[in-house]
Structures are given as C-alpha cells and as structure tokens.
C-alpha cells in the first residue's frame, strides 16, 4: 500500500511535466483568452472541466487514458491555469460559455461533459449553451444535492475566512476533503496548489457557485446525468432524481473529493462505463 501510494504521487507530480498534448486557445463569449488542449479521435468527444481554484491538469490521468479511443478536451477555465483573468465576475455562466468557445472551436458535434466538483455547475451551463451536441453530463464527486439553495447569510459566512485569510484557510479546507488515510504527499500537493489561485478569482467563483440555481439552470436539459462521488458526503440520491429523472450515482469507496487523482484507475473504469451508457 506504502509503494503504491508513493507511485501515485510520483505520477502525479511528473505527469503535467510530460503531457505533450499541444495547447490552444480561443476567445470565450466577453473575450477572455481561454487555454486548452485536445488529442485523440472518436465520438462523442469526451469535455473536461476543472473544479474550483484547480486546472485542467487535474485530468491528465484520464485524458492519457481515453486519447486512445476517444478525441479528448481539458480546459482551462477562466481565471485559472493558463487562461486570461481579465474578468470582473466569475460566475457559472460565463464558464459554460468558455467550455462552449472550445466546443464550438474544433466543431465538436457529439459530446459528453465531464466536471468534477464546480465544474459540475459549469456543465449545467455549458449543456443549455450546446443542447443537442451534449449526449450526457458525467459529475466527478458533485450533484450532492441539486435542490439545495443557500441564503446570502450563510454564503457570506463561509466565505468570511476565505477573504480574511485566502491562502491559510483554503489549504485547511482542501486537506478536509481527502480521508485519513490519503496519500500525505497529493494532499499536500493539491493543498497548496489550490492555495495559490488568485485570490479574486477563487472568492468570486465560489460565491457565484453557491448562488447558482441548479433547478433552474437544469429545465432546459435533457441530457442524463451521471454523477461518480466518493462516499464521504451525504448524497440526495432521490430528491436529485425528483430534478433530473435520469440521474444515476455510482460510489467510489475509500477516496476523497478528488477522486479521479486518488484512484485513477477505478475512477476510469467507471467514467468508461458511464461513457458507454452515454452513446448508446
């Protein structure tokens, strides 16, 4: 287990540094530069989006992984990763509208969404944007619940310490999300890589994320939805079928929040499979 562990991090550390998938941009919907990369061939084309204060470097485990049978796209959203910050709000619209700008870039007809976390939100977005190019939305530890709304009151509250104290409070909260048991060394990784978003960016997204109605952004949708999470969180399982009748939930147990770097490989047996469903 104590190999294996240190193999993961040592894959996750050195896996950025050899992605050679070549990178591109084009200009999202208010003229934001937006960063991405694409490789492989095959439909649908498989779209992922980053959580909040992340980079589309989360996802080189899986875009390594289904270059091979399928045309594969990262983003960098907005105000992270190598994309431009010259936007004054950052909310979940406006990132449906940079994963639109990419989709719509390299003429991509047939598509599944994938977002972990956020990126969950923004594909509720980008899927009103696109319509019928979306065969499904796949979720990577998001849609607990998407019924729940929160008052301006308790938004504000929990972004208090992240304005007093961005940095500090934000590698706290990250390290919360893994369990015990997580490899140290991608906690600390991730912990601190997330620490040092831009400190604007980060509090402006997040609270746009607790303001977005997901009841709402989803009427439009036809598309299913499947959602992988790990089994740390409470998950609404019902009251999500009673938003989106063709909601499905598959568990990854013994992981955190970021699943898909913590068990790459269960993570894409599961998303193959859920792609699988998708085209039929």
């Not at 990262?74 to 700008?101: C, K």
């Not at 696109?130 to 308790?154: H, M, P």
């Not at 938004?155 to 048991?181: C, D, G, Q, W, Y």
């Not at 831009?198 to 997901?214: C, L, Y």
């Amino acid at each position: 287990m104590k190999n294996n562990s240190i193999l993961i991090a040592l894959l996750f550390i050195l896996i950025p540094s050899v992605n050679v998938f070549s990178q591109e941009t084009v200009l999202s919907k208010d003229g934001v530069k937006i960063n991405f990369y694409s490789e492989g061939n095959g439909e649908p084309a498989l779209v992922f989006i980053h959580g909040w204060s992340c980079d589309k470097s989360y996802w080189d485990y899986q875009t390594k992984y289904f270059s091979q049978k399928y045309k594969v796209v990262a983003i960098d959203l907005a105000g992270h990763g190598e994309s431009g910050v010259n936007r004054e709000n950052y909310t979940m619209e406006l990132f449906g509208e940079d994963v639109a700008a990419v989709v719509d870039n390299l003429n991509l007809k047939k598509v599944v969404l994938i977002g972990h976390s956020m990126g969950g939100a923004v594909i509720i977005e980008a899927a009103n944007i696109l319509k019928n190019k979306v065969l499904g939305l796949i979720g990577a530890d998001t849609f607990q619940n998407l019924g729940e709304t929160l008052s301006a009151d308790q938004i504000e509250l929990f972004l208090k310490p992240f304005k007093e104290n961005f940095r500090a409070h934000t590698e706290e909260f990250v390290k919360s999300m893994f369990p015990p048991a997580a490899d140290p060394e991608l906690v600390k990784k991730v912990s601190e890589d997330m620490a040092s978003a831009p400190t604007a960016v980060a509090v402006s997204a997040m609270e746009n994320m607790f303001k977005e109605n997901a009841v709402l952004a989803l009427k439009e949708i036809n598309a299913p939805i499947i959602s992988i999470n790990c089994d740390l969180y409470p998950i609404q399982e019902e009251e999500n079928r009673k938003v989106v009748k063709s909601y499905e939930l598959k568990l990854m147990k013994g992981v955190g929040h970021f699943i898909m770097l913590e068990d790459p490989a269960k993570f894409n047996q599961l998303l193959s499979e859920s792609v699988d469903e998708l085209s039929k």
